[in-house]
């Protein structure tokens, strides 16, 4: 029996595609409903969650979970790009910049910490987790997608003057790089500091950099 009765008028080679593309689609759908139970089971337990707390969380046996995973270091490895995926997503309105260039730093600055704040066993999890087969940690990956957006807005102009690329390159890895040591140190041990003192904080220095590194040519205004 056919799967639609489109497929009776397709040739035999098409069916099959069309049902391995629906197979695969699918497969792909179940893995992220796994991803995202994992994700939930790690915010419950902790960056030192267990597969078998994934497992219970996602409603499936240890072996059914893997059945969609090439061992445990895909399975982190998934998990691992979810989570930067989210982030990413959390900070898209950032890169939409409108108004003050002080502001938008500020406004910048203030997501990612309530998002770190939000998420501190998920970014504790990505902090020991390899990414991909590169070996290199999710938030080394996350340091270098917000950094190249940082970029961008500094080399057209949106953070108040274009910078070349050669200094905002530069200048955007080593102020997220600054960011991000400054609000890991804070969520472990924030010494008495509210979120918004940080912010504030962090944006205060931020932007002392930017301006002692393109002198006056950067306005807040």
């Known amino acids: 029996m056919s799967d639609s009765p489109a497929d009776d008028d397709a040739p035999e080679e098409a069916r099959v595609d069309g049902r391995a593309a629906r197979w695969a689609g699918h497969r792909e759908a179940r893995r992220l409903e796994l991803v995202d139970a ?7 337990h902790g960056p030192e969650v267990t597969t078998e ?6 409603g499936v046996s240890r072996p059914g979970l893997y059945r969609h995973f ?7 490895s998934a998990i691992a790009a979810r989570s930067v995926e989210r982030l990413v997503h959390e900070l898209e309105p950032v890169w939409r910049p409108s108004g003050r260039p ?14 770190l704040e939000a998420n501190a066993n998920v970014y504790r999890y ?6 991909g087969t590169g070996g290199e940690s999710a938030t080394t990956n996350v340091r270098e997608t917000v950094a190249g957006h ?7 102009g949106s953070l108040g003057a274009e910078i070349p690329p050669p200094v905002a390159h530069p200048l955007a890895f080593g102020l997220v790089g600054m960011v991000d ?17 940080l912010a504030t ?5 931020c932007w002392a950099v930017i301006r002692a590194t393109v002198g006056g040519a950067v306005d807040a205004v």
């Open 38 to 44: 994992a994700v939930a089971a790690i915010v419950e």
């Open 53 to 58: 707390q994934i497992a219970e969380r996602a």
């Open 70 to 76: 090439d061992g445990r270091d895909d399975l982190q």
């Open 102 to 115: 002080f502001d938008m730093l500020a406004k910048a600055l203030r997501a990612h910490l309530r998002w």
């Open 126 to 131: 990505l902090k020991r987790t390899s990414f």
């Open 150 to 156: 940082v970029a961008g807005m500094l080399v057209d």
């Open 181 to 197: 040591s400054a609000s890991a140190h804070w969520l472990d041990e924030p010494h008495g500091a509210g979120l918004d003192d």
């Open 201 to 205: 904080q962090l944006t205060e220095a």
